[in-house]
């Protein structure tokens, strides 16, 4: 059996997260011959520089002919000044969109060893377990018209346009309800209906598809400027959250920091499943950037990478022991004390990304035996 992988390790950390990923793909090929296919293409600043476009129409081609498409990261200082179709951060909007991935399931869990390293209360986050089920590929990130016009009087207006359709909102919340009941059963549907006409659409089609087909899920609904004051409070409270694009977008960075550190955050990104195949597109990318700050220095946690990899196992190749012994293995190293700088290690062991790879990989092959 051959699986179709697409590596685009983008810019910044991206590469450097990939590496450790790599290694893993390599092993599991040595020895379980688990067939992983390999290509790899650019992405972000990369592919910018390569052949000025945020990602070329041939690797467009092969993300969308790839079983699955693993991505790092892309942006950073290097890129600001070029036009604004073609900046790095399009390249990723340009691949949610043509793969149509609506779905972007953002699973913040606090891993014991991590419970004393959030900058929250140890009780507030420890046995966190909480999933961000984010609408990918709709609202204010996409809406038309989005410019910028000249006002002809010296001033300039900006123009970002929210919308959502029917289709869009049943489908998300159709995911949400369904993942809520492989959990604790919960959603929480997080807009602002008190001041946005498509957080009052959402709301009503939350509540409609949930009576129609999820009534045995708990729903809530909750303004989303209160979800995030909740998230930080006690975020325990919530199993599966719902929430549209930039919520989405500014909730799952507020739920990384409960973990202990942005690079521990996965995510997942999801079509439709065919309705002859089942199977799905599918890209699997970290909820944190290209970290300009400390790229290229050896320094960046891969294990939001990593761990985008075993969603990658379990969603796109039903592969669920390897993807359970690969976060077990996260865990594991993480019970030892071994740690990244990002995270706060209270005299613990500090490694640099490779080694914090190296660590993983072992702990894999030692689960795996
Ligand atoms: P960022 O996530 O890159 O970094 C925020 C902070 O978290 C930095 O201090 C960084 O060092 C730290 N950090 C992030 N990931 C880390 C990791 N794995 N290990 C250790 N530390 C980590 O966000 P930013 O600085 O706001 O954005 C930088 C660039 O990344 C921008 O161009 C932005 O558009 C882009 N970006 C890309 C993605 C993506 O490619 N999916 C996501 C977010 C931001
Ligand atoms: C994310 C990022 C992206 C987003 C950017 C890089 C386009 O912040 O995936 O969280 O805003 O969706
Ligand atoms: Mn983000």
């Not at 790839?66 to 290097?78: R, T």
């Not at 919960?186 to 946005?196: A, I, P």
Request: negative net charge; hydrophobic residues 45%; glycine residues 10%.
């Amino acid at each position: 059996m051959t699986r179709k992988l697409l590596l685009l390790p983008g810019d910044g950390i991206g590469p450097e997260a990939m590496a450790e990923v790599r290694k893993l793909i390599s092993a599991m090929n040595e020895r379980f011959s688990s067939g992983f296919e390999v290509e790899e293409g650019l992405v972000g600043g990369a592919a910018y520089d390569a052949h000025g476009q945020a990602i070329s129409d041939a690797d467009m081609a092969k993300a969308l002919a790839a079983d699955a498409v693993l991505f790092g990261a892309v942006g950073g200082p290097k890129w600001d000044g070029v036009p604004y179709e073609v900046r790095p951060e399009a390249g990723l909007l340009r691949l949610r969109k043509e793969m149509e991935l609506f779905a972007n399931l953002r699973p913040a869990i606090c891993y014991p060893a991590l419970a004393a390293s959030s900058s929250l209360k140890q009780e507030v986050v420890e046995g966190l377990d909480i999933l961000i089920v984010r609408e990918l590929t709709g609202g204010v990130y996409f809406g038309e018209p989005k410019e910028i016009i000249d006002l002809g009087n010296g001033q300039k207006r900006g123009i970002d346009t929210q919308v959502y359709d029917t289709f869009e909102i049943e489908r998300i919340s159709g995911v949400a309800f369904e993942l809520a009941r492989t959990r604790q059963n919960k959603v929480c549907s997080m807009e602002k209906h008190n001041v946005m006409k498509s957080g009052v659409l959402w709301k009503d089609v939350v509540a409609a598809t949930h009576k129609a087909k999820y009534s045995d899920v708990e729903l809530t609904h909750m303004l989303a400027d209160a979800g995030g004051m909740q998230l930080v409070r006690w975020p325990k409270q919530f199993d599966v959250i719902v929430t549209d694009n930039l919520f989405g977008d500014m909730l799952s960075d507020v739920a990384a920091m409960l973990t202990g550190s942005l690079g521990m955050l996965p995510s997942a990104s999801l079509g439709a499943p065919d309705a002859k195949t089942g199977s799905r597109k599918a890209l699997y990318e970290p909820v944190h950037g290209s970290a300009p700050d400390i790229a290229g220095k050896g320094l960046a946690n891969p294990i939001a990478m990593i761990a985008s990899f075993a969603m990658c196992l379990r969603y796109s190749f039903s592969m669920i022991a390897e993807a359970d012994r690969l976060e077990a293995a996260v865990a594991a190293v993480l019970d030892d004390g071994q740690r990244t700088a990002d995270i706060m290690s209270d005299g613990k062991t500090q490694l640099g990304t490779g080694a914090m790879g190296d660590a993983i990989l072992e702990k894999f092959l030692a689960l795996s035996a």
